[in-house]
């Protein structure tokens, strides 16, 4: 039997495996649920075990665990690749959404429906089942193959870095390939070349040492939500430039290449502004919106407190105001140099009568853009384009995925993500849903990308 064969034989097999590995409700933000991502993260090695992979083992952190495993038999001429992805998964709240229980897959018109069924556990349970198909079918895989699984990636991979500098025996590899990401749509590839990194922060502006009533001190002392106001006010102008000192000193800016590359991914405004419910599209002059979304950085402000949030009228003037923000940011921006940027203009722009502090936020990743002419995406590339019929678009995008920037900082190599979710399955939200012909799909992907790499 042919690895083809195997994988069609036990399709069904694979969805009730995916259907179990999702019943497990590994929720790496919750602490209630911490033992539940200890469960997913032995499902992984059991299932790597299962399909032949060897030294399968589950490692703790400082917070949630990681799983390594490796089969490294293919002879030294070949190429070893590492291939990561993750097994926790995003809050399901609010349940009453869901039309049918989070944890209770569901499978539906095709669809496997259940929080993470593709963010990550079917992304990355296929490079596991393609694995599993070459093994079965000749005894061996054609490269030696790392698989790196961490329980934590919902929540920013805190303790992921330590862990990889402690661990690079383990990790050590020529190739990355991200089973965490996604193709543009089930019918058309693409190669995304870039991911933003995040630094997050909160502004806090206080004033008198306890809300007081805004008749009788208003005019007499600073209003710190006012003051707030003029702070982020000052920090982006009205049409969309950061107006933060030194913000964009380090911005790579795109060249005709990069615009020509994003250009030819077909755009529908009047779809994006229905999508948002905007009324218009705005962000930074001089760049089309998906220049914007893609490789431009951008401040947020993310939550606003300050005074009376209740129904009807409280007359005061509040003590204190605070929002919270966070900033996308693109190679070669620095998370830590753009909040002390922040944080210096924050000092310089404070008004009078009020003091304002900034701090970090849980929650940052540096830039991620792939070199031109990488090979591993080259490679990549060509495999997609053998598997889809069509040259895959070359794209970027706005979120981040922490580790890839670690594993570059660590072991000196760029990702290549090579997953096969899509942005319409309801990531992070109600309703969550992996396609499972597209589940089929990537296995075969997989295993004509590792034969690939093994000529």
Same mark, same amino acid.
């Given at each position: 039997?042919?690895?083809?064969?195997?994988?069609?034989?036990?399709?069904?097999? @694979?969805?009730?495996?995916?259907?179990?590995?999702?019943?497990?409700? %590994?929720?790496?933000? *919750?602490?209630?649920?911490?033992?539940?991502?200890?469960?997913?993260?032995?499902?992984?090695?059991?299932?790597?075990?299962?399909?032949?992979?060897?030294?399968?083992?589950?490692?703790?952190?400082?917070?949630?665990?990681?799983?390594? /495993?490796?089969?490294?038999?293919?002879?030294?001429? *070949?190429?070893?690749?590492?291939?990561?992805?993750?097994?926790?998964?995003?809050?399901?709240?609010? @349940?009453?959404?869901?039309?049918?229980?989070?944890?209770?897959?569901?499978?539906?018109?095709?669809?496997?429906?259940?929080?993470?069924? =593709?963010?990550? *556990?079917?992304?990355?349970?296929?490079?596991?089942?393609?694995?599993?198909?070459?093994?079965?079918?000749?005894?061996?895989?054609?490269?030696?193959?790392?698989?790196?699984?961490?329980?934590?990636?919902?929540?920013?991979?805190?303790?992921?870095?330590?862990?990889?500098?402690?661990?690079?025996?383990?990790?050590?590899?020529?190739?990355?390939? %991200?089973?965490?990401?996604?193709?543009?749509?089930?019918?058309?590839?693409?190669?995304?070349? /870039?991911?933003?990194?995040?630094?997050?922060?909160?502004?806090?502006?206080?004033?008198?040492?306890?809300?007081?009533?805004?008749?009788?001190?208003?005019?007499?002392?600073?209003?710190?939500?006012?003051?707030? /106001?003029?702070?982020?006010?000052?920090?982006?102008?009205?049409?969309?430039?950061?107006?933060?000192?030194?913000?964009?000193?380090? +911005?790579?800016?795109?060249?005709?290449?990069?615009?020509?590359?994003?250009?030819?991914?077909?755009?529908?405004?009047?779809?994006?502004?229905?999508?948002?419910?905007?009324?218009? =599209?705005?962000?930074?002059?001089?760049?089309?919106?998906?220049?914007?979304?893609?490789?431009?950085?951008?401040?947020?402000?993310?939550?606003?407190?300050?005074?009376?949030?209740?129904?009807?009228?409280?007359?005061?003037?509040?003590?204190?105001?605070? /929002?919270?923000?966070?900033?996308?940011?693109?190679?070669?921006?620095?998370?830590?140099?753009?909040?002390?940027?922040?944080?210096?203009?924050?000092?310089?722009?404070?008004?009078?009568?009020?003091?304002?502090?900034?701090?970090?936020?849980?929650?940052?990743?540096?830039? @991620?853009? +792939?070199?031109?002419?990488?090979?591993?995406?080259?490679?990549?590339?060509? +495999?997609?384009?053998?598997?889809?019929?069509?040259?895959?678009? *070359?794209?970027?995008?706005?979120?981040?995925?922490?580790?890839? %920037? =670690?594993?570059?900082?660590?072991?000196?190599?760029?990702?290549?993500?090579?997953? @096969?979710?899509?942005?319409?399955?309801?990531?992070?939200?109600?309703?969550?849903?992996? !396609?499972?012909?597209?589940?089929?799909?990537?296995?075969?992907?997989?295993?004509?990308?590792?034969? !690939?790499?093994?000529?």
């Amino acid at each position: 039997m042919g690895w083809t064969e195997y994988l069609d034989t036990h399709q069904a097999r @694979f969805v009730e495996e995916l259907c179990d590995f999702i019943r497990i409700p %590994s929720v790496s933000a *919750k602490p209630e649920n911490a033992g539940d991502v200890r469960v997913a993260g032995q499902w992984v090695v059991d299932r790597l075990t299962a399909a032949g992979i060897e030294n399968a083992a589950m490692f703790d952190t400082a917070g949630h665990p990681v799983v390594c /495993a490796d089969w490294l038999h293919a002879g030294p001429d *070949k190429p070893t690749i590492l291939i990561y992805g993750h097994f926790d998964v995003q809050p399901a709240e609010p @349940f009453d959404l869901w039309k049918t229980p989070p944890f209770d897959p569901t499978i539906r018109d095709g669809r496997v429906y259940g929080r993470g069924a =593709t963010d990550d *556990k079917g992304a990355m349970l296929i490079p596991i089942l393609a694995a599993e198909a070459l093994l079965a079918d000749t005894g061996r895989l054609p490269v030696n193959v790392r698989f790196f699984f961490e329980g934590q990636e919902e929540i920013g991979s805190p303790d992921l870095p330590p862990f990889i500098e402690a661990n690079l025996d383990r990790l050590q590899a020529d190739m990355i390939f %991200s089973a965490d990401g996604g193709q543009w749509d089930p019918e058309t590839p693409q190669l995304i070349l /870039a991911l933003k990194g995040v630094t997050s922060l909160e502004i806090t502006v206080t004033g008198p040492h306890s809300d007081l009533h805004s008749g009788m001190h208003g005019g007499g002392v600073a209003n710190p939500a006012q003051g707030l /106001a003029h702070l982020l006010a000052s920090m982006k102008a009205p049409d969309g430039r950061i107006t933060i000192a030194g913000f964009y000193d380090d +911005v790579v800016e795109l060249s005709d290449e990069d615009r020509a590359a994003i250009a030819q991914v077909p755009w529908d405004e009047a779809a994006y502004l229905a999508q948002t419910g905007a009324p218009v =599209t705005h962000g930074e002059p001089g760049y089309t919106t998906r220049e914007n979304l893609w490789a431009r950085p951008t401040f947020e402000i993310n939550g606003l407190t300050s005074g009376w949030q209740g129904e009807g009228t409280k007359t005061v003037l509040p003590s204190v105001a605070s /929002a919270k923000v966070t900033c996308r940011l693109v190679a070669d921006q620095s998370p830590e140099r753009i909040f002390d940027l922040i944080a210096a203009h924050v000092a310089a722009h404070c008004p009078p009568g009020v003091t304002a502090e900034v701090k970090r936020n849980p929650g940052r990743a540096d830039p @991620f853009l +792939v070199p031109a002419g990488h090979n591993a995406t080259a490679i990549a590339g060509q +495999v997609l384009e053998e598997v889809y019929g069509k040259a895959p678009y *070359k794209t970027r995008v706005g979120g981040s995925i922490p580790v890839m %920037s =670690t594993l570059l900082d660590e072991l000196g190599l760029h990702a290549v993500i090579f997953a @096969f979710g899509h942005e319409d399955e309801n990531q992070h939200a109600p309703n969550e849903f992996f !396609r499972l012909p597209t589940f089929r799909l990537g296995q075969t992907a997989y295993v004509r990308l590792m034969q !690939r790499l093994g000529e």
